[in-house]
């Protein structure tokens, strides 16, 4: 039974009722494997974070012999994500790919920007509520009052981001539940497909100073420009692997 604590995050439900993963690997996302077109994306759905956002749209495609996720913008802007139960002391390692085309839109806006990334890759992570601070606490009763469907314990997002080194760690203005990490950065590598390897269990250690629950969903994001152009990214398979 969730305790009025437990319900100030959906992560806490989520960590008790789905089944944990095992297996060599955790294919979170075996977009390759999908049909072109086909409207079922292996478990993965439409998540809105304000309500009443023009949703993004995600469709399979094919990219160079490939099957990926493409993403378009016009305004606004969702996520697309999967709900599983990962431990991460498990699998600690996370391999993508990712691409961004350097005109993202009709508009003009030229690849990532400096504050609004055109890429997000999101890792959501259970974890102990009660033991949060008033301040933190408060926040994620705000979130559900103000978001399409709340936060959930912690989240960590990977970025691709002008203005900024990569490997820069940052928070989110609104809550320090969620942290960011730029993995990629600048406009040298606009127009092709970017591979990324990261350790999830260091990364949630260096951002928020103690070890990670387990994660209870993986998402992707791509949102409307700065200057309120279109934009259009791909996403290619995800996968957790031990060390």
Known sequence: MLTPTDELTWSTELARTLPLEDGKTVEAARFSKLRPGADSKGGWEQFA???????????LVEQDGVVVIQAD?????????RKLLIDPHRYPIIEW????????GRGGAAGPSS?????????AFDGDVAKLDF?????????????????????????????????TLYSSPHTER???IVVESGEARLDQWVSVRRNVLEDYRRAFGEDP??????????????????????????TFRPE
């Open 49 to 59: 974070l304000v309500k009443g956002n023009t949703p993004t749209k995600y469709q």
């Open 178 to 180: 969620v942290r960011h």
């Open 213 to 238: 629950g387990n994660i209870v969903a993986v998402g992707v994001m791509t949102d409307y420009g700065d200057n309120n152009a279109p934009r259009r990214a791909y996403y290619g398979d995800i």
């Open 97 to 104: 790919r990712w691409r961004v085309p350097r005109e993202s």
């Open 115 to 123: 504050v609004s990334p055109p890429v997000r890759l999101s890792i």
């Open 73 to 81: 913008s016009a305004e606004g802007g969702s996520g697309l994500s």
């Open 135 to 167: 301040d933190d606490r408060t926040k994620l009763r705000m979130a559900k009052v103000l978001t399409a469907s709340g936060l959930p314990y912690a989240s960590l997002l990977y970025v691709w981001q002008n203005g900024k080194p990569v490997d």
